[in-house]
C-alpha cells in the first residue's frame, strides 16, 4: 500500500478521534446573518473560553451559566454576601472576584452579539417587526428600545411579540 496514503489515513483517524461528538439536539437552530460565529461550542466550553448562549436555549439551560458564573465569585471571595443589596452601594463581591470570574459570564447569542457585523441592521429589522405587530417602541441605539407611549397589548402579549419577532429576524429558538 502506497505509504502516502497509510499517513493520510491514519492523519484522518487521529483527528476525527480527537473531536468531540456534538451534544444530541432536537431542535434545529437556523442562521439568519451568513456570518460564522466565533465560536460554537456554547454548550460545553473549554476552560479558557467564554461561554455564549444560544438562540434555542431554554431559560434553565440559560441559567446553568448564569449559577456557574455565581458559584466563581462566591469561590473566589466567600466572604461576601453573594444576595442581596450590596451594603453601602458597593458590590457583593469583590471586584478580584469579577475579574477572576469574568471568563464564566455568559456571551449572547451570537446573532445578538454587538460585535456581529450584522446586528445592527437585524436589530433596526427586530423594532420594525415589533411595530408591526401593534407595539409602539423606538429604537434607541442598536440592541435597545423604549416603549412610544402607552401600551395598549397586555405584558404577556408583548413578551410573546418580542420573542417572536427575535426568532423571526435572527433566526433559531424555542417558542
Not at 7 to 24: D, E, R, T, Y
Not at 125 to 143: A, D, H, L, W, Y
Request: hydrophobic letters at 30%; aromatic letters at 6%; charged letters at 25%.
Amino acid at each position: 500500500m502506497n505509504p502516502r496514503l497509510l499517513i493520510g489515513a491514519a492523519v484522518l483517524l487521529l483527528s476525527a478521534c480527537s473531536q468531540a461528538a456534538p451534544p444530541p439536539s432536537n431542535v434545529a437552530s437556523l442562521q439568519t446573518s451568513g456570518v460564522t460565529p466565533p465560536s460554537s461550542s456554547s454548550v460545553a466550553p473549554t476552560d479558557g473560553e467564554q461561554p455564549r448562549l444560544r438562540m434555542d436555549m431554554t431559560e434553565e439551560e440559560k441559567q446553568r451559566y448564569y449559577d456557574a458564573h455565581t458559584a466563581c465569585l462566591a469561590e473566589k471571595d466567600p466572604n461576601a454576601t453573594g444576595t442581596g443589596s450590596a451594603p453601602a452601594g458597593r458590590r457583593q463581591y469583590s471586584d478580584e472576584a469579577w475579574k477572576a470570574c469574568a471568563k464564566k459570564w455568559p456571551l449572547p447569542p451570537w446573532e445578538m452579539d454587538s460585535s456581529n457585523p450584522t446586528f445592527k441592521d437585524n436589530w433596526h429589522k427586530n423594532v420594525q417587526c415589533i411595530n408591526s405587530r401593534g407595539m409602539k417602541v423606538i429604537e434607541t441605539e442598536p440592541g435597545s428600545w423604549t416603549y412610544d407611549g402607552e401600551q395598549t397589548l397586555p405584558e404577556d402579549q408583548r413578551r410573546q411579540i418580542e420573542k417572536d419577532c427575535e426568532q423571526e429576524v435572527f433566526g433559531g429558538g424555542r417558542k
